[in-house]
């Protein structure tokens, strides 16, 4: 207890306890900066170089603190925290006279230091990594832009990097991913993610601290900036006001921005023209809704990497195809779907059938059960491009009747589970050679018109919906 030691040891023994209690990047990062400006038995006031650093050790290390504290003194204990500049260096030689050693002594916490990955930003999902996606025709795009990024930074040749498309399609996933492959590379750089929610929240509260020039200076010192979901950001003048400077001290600076949307850029209602235009100016990398093959892919790497024998071995292709070909909305609900069938392949010695699956997964099924028709995506369309459902059968050749009409049918492909034949002769007779250049001509036009495609994601939402 402190009492043997004397009093004014109380911040170095409870420093102590901490090392030992909490893991070595978090007292690095949080701990060691602090120092003790009032060291008594009955009071404790740590003094953290910046508002930031005082703020996050209140809310995430002040009850332990207290505990230790307490226990020390053997007393009841009050510890409170302040914002101090040059404390570190008063708290150097604070003590019973003499300095810490020198791999003891608490330093400054620097802009630049790691810390602000904690601070301000938030942990990247273990689980989201490159090896961890599967990449096919609707993501492969992204996916190759996201890994070119990590690979090639700290050169920022492409800056922005803009990852959007509809939720539950591996946006965040690739984000994290990339944050990964950067530390895996780089571990010298500072990589930091957080939410635009986070974003406008630590702004917030730095306005309310008036600290604005230290969350900037953060936001300056990483290499890598993540932030998802910015069109959350949307009629919010103010936070985007600072966010469009940060962008272009990061950007001026040669850093990395990574950041996501569940739309382009262009289309990202309620943000500013400008910000808009900076977003533009990097790379664009859209994730497409998932088809049968992708859905497919990515089941059977779930199951092969799973650790359940029973799951590997008794959940059939037939099994997976049937789930690819029911869920159809996102990755995430695909998962969902897979999780609970893994679970009850491991809680049951019997097969695990298609029938089964359909019995198990019933409440999940019925939700994605609703089955678009060719009539329907044919009226949808018709009504998108301002064209009579009529003009879907007619054989006029016209540009404003034809493509609408490949259209219909890329979607009448993707979302059905018609024939080819059958589609074709649904749209006027067609031959099924139609429907197979169709298809074809729309997915040249998705990879190189980023206008068709946005019509055409806006499309499929509207049917699936």
């Known amino acids: ?30 701990i060691r900066p602090l120092a003790a400006l009032n060291d008594h038995g009955d009071e404790l006031v740590l003094g953290a170089p910046t508002a930031f650093l005082r703020q996050y050790v209140r809310d995430h290390f002040g009850p332990q603190i207290v505990r230790l504290a307490e226990d020390e003194s053997g007393r009841s204990t009050r510890v409170s925290f302040v914002t101090a500049t040059g404390a570190v260096a008063a708290g150097a030689s604070a003590g019973n006279g003499a300095a810490p050693a020198a791999a003891d002594a608490p330093q400054p916490l620097q802009p630049a230091d790691s810390a602000i990955e904690l601070a301000i930003g938030q942990p990247l999902n273990p689980r989201y990594t490159f090896a961890q996606f599967i990449a096919g025709r609707p993501n492969r795009f992204a996916h190759d832009a996201a890994l070119g990024v990590a690979e090639q930074i700290p ?24 944050g990964h492959e950067v530390r895996r590379r780089r571990p010298d750089l500072k990589v930091v993610y957080l939410s635009s929610e986070r974003f406008m929240n630590g702004f917030l509260r730095a306005l309310r601290e008036k600290s604005t020039i230290e969350f900037k200076d953060m936001l300056r ?64 990398a859209d994730l497409h809704p998932t088809d049968f093959e992708l859905r497919f892919s990515i089941l059977q790497s779930r199951r092969d990497q799973a650790h359940g024998e029973r799951i590997r071995h008794g959940v059939g292709d037939d ?136 019509e055409l994601i806006r499309l499929q939402r509207m049917l699936e919906e």
């Open 1 to 30: 207890m402190l009492e043997k030691a004397g009093a004014s040891g109380l911040w170095t023994a409870v420093r102590e306890r901490l090392r030992a209690e909490i893991a070595p990047n978090a007292f690095d990062f949080f």
């Open 221 to 284: 010192a990483a290499d890598v900036l993540l932030i998802d979901d910015i069109q959350f950001l949307a009629g919010k003048e103010f936070t985007q006001e600072e966010f469009f400077h940060a962008l272009n001290d990061l950007i001026g600076a040669g850093k990395q921005l990574v950041l996501t949307a569940d739309r382009s850029p262009r289309a990202l209602d309620g943000i500013s023209e400008r910000i808009k235009s900076r977003l533009a100016g990097g790379l664009e």
């Open 319 to 454: 099994v997976l195809r049937y789930l690819a070909q029911k869920i159809v909305s996102n990755v995430r609900d695909l998962e969902g779907a897979f999780n609970k069938l893994a679970l009850m392949a491991e809680a049951t010695d019997e097969p695990v059938t298609v029938e089964r699956t359909r019995e198990f997964l019933a409440d999940i099924l019925r939700t994605h059960d609703r089955k678009i028709t060719v009539d329907e995506i044919m009226k949808r369309v018709a009504d998108f491009y301002n064209l009579r459902p009529a003009d879907m059968l007619s054989p006029r050749r016209a540009r404003q009747v034809a493509r609408p009409r490949q259209i219909a049918m890329y979607f009448a492909k993707r979302l059905t589970t018609r024939s080819l034949p059958d589609i074709g002769r649904r749209f006027g007779g067609r031959d099924h050679t139609t429907v197979i250049h169709a298809v074809k001509r729309i997915e040249e036009l998705r990879s190189t018109d980023s206008a068709l495609d946005d």
């Open 155 to 178: 050169e920022a040749r492409y800056n922005p990097l803009f990852l959007y498309g509809g939720s539950g399609l591996g946006k965040t996933h690739l984000m994290h991913a990339l």
